[in-house]
């Protein structure tokens, strides 16, 4: 089933809206399972050019995507076998979103997250579900 992009935004807008993130502050910040790059672009807006935000994603497709669209972002086309390939306290946020159901060994990359996160860092783990938002929404409730 498709998304409808706004309903997808909308969850990015939260996201950002949690992280807190200043606008002047410089940041180092991982998105494992990026896809298109869609939050990562969200996030570039409201960024400086000090920051470094880094993509990471199975899917060349989705890579190449995401590099024509966001050409100030780095793209990593990489598969999580237990390892990612960044130095030990590298980032100062890691987000996933809809992308820890994918991981077989969600144990290890914990561990991976844990090791390359700053001492202090933020760790923001998401799962859009379409099908609760479809069906709330003809209940009624408010998303």
Known sequence: MLTRRSDKT????????ILNLASDGEY????????????????SQRMND?????????????IEQARSRNPGITFVCERFTNKLSFPDEWFDT?????ALECIKDKSALID???RTLKPGGKI??????CDAD???RQEGYRT
Do not use: N, P
């Not at 909308?10 to 809206?17: G, I, N």
């Not at 000090?50 to 989705?62: A, H, N, P, V």
């Not at 890691?94 to 809809?98: H, L, Y």
């Open 50 to 62: 000090k920051s470094e935000l880094i993509g990471l994603d199975t899917m060349e497709q989705s």
């Open 94 to 98: 890691i987000v996933t979103i809809d």
């Open 124 to 129: 923001l783990a998401a799962h859009w579900d």
């Open 28 to 43: 180092r910040v991982l998105d494992f399972g990026c896809g298109t790059g869609d939050f990562l672009g969200l996030l």
């Open 10 to 17: 909308l969850l990015f807008e939260k996201a950002l809206t």
């Open 112 to 114: 991976e997250f844990h």
């Open 134 to 136: 479809i069906r709330h």
